[in-house]
């Protein structure tokens, strides 16, 4: 009986996201778009005002030999750029799950994770090298945020009903809310760039 049950409920899910789901029943909503594009936008002109007029040696300037120079800091944003749009359009590539919102965890919770002030270990594809040379570090993060932005702007997916895979207890992760984690990625190491730039020796 069991099995039976089961079978009926796969089912149902199929049945769901093949035939009954469309884009006229979208979770993700205008109001969730304009969030998403706000933040993003708000983080990228941070950076931007935070950096625009740093000197080479403001650029390359370390605290101490554990920590990343502001250019470094760029480099590791301009990656994530990179590893989340290749995410999500990896993703955007399965069938909709929508069902899934209902397991999804609220935004604040992404939020206050990037507002921690514990240390974060950088995946080994996000680690800087460090090779590129002042503005340079900028013009590589704009890149990559321009093309999430205009994405966000113009897409008809909706972003509540794909999911990314994640390790440990969530275990899915829905495109909105991997961008939620982006802009508060990008919040949490403007704190760091602010940091370096009040240290005492920064470079004038």
Request: contains cysteine; hydrophobic residues 35%; aromatic residues 14%.
């Amino acid at each position: 009986m069991a099995r039976f049950y089961s079978a009926i409920f796969l089912a149902i899910m199929s049945f769901l996201t093949s035939t009954c789901y469309s884009q006229t029943n979208s979770i993700w909503t205008e109001a969730d778009r304009k969030y998403l594009i706000e933040n993003l936008e708000r983080t990228k002109l941070e950076i931007i005002k935070q950096t625009k007029n740093l000197t080479p040696e403001q650029w390359a300037f370390k605290e101490d030999s554990t920590k990343w120079t502001i250019g470094q800091v760029l480099e590791h944003l301009g990656l994530y750029e990179r590893i989340f749009a290749q995410e999500a359009d990896i993703m955007l590539s399965s069938k909709p799950e929508p069902y899934l919102d209902s397991l999804s965890l609220p935004d604040t919770t992404y939020i206050n994770w990037m507002n921690d002030p514990s240390p974060h270990k950088a995946e080994w594809n996000a680690e800087p090298l460090g090779f590129m040379k002042g503005n340079d570090n900028l013009t590589f993060y704009l890149f990559g945020r321009n093309h999430i932005i205009n994405f966000i702007k113009n897409t008809t997916y909706d972003l509540k009903s794909h999911y990314t895979y994640r390790w440990g207890d969530e275990k899915r992760r829905s495109i909105h809310a991997l961008m939620v984690v982006h802009f508060g990625h990008t919040d949490r190491h403007l704190k760091q760039i602010k940091r370096t730039k009040s240290h005492p020796k920064f470079p004038k």
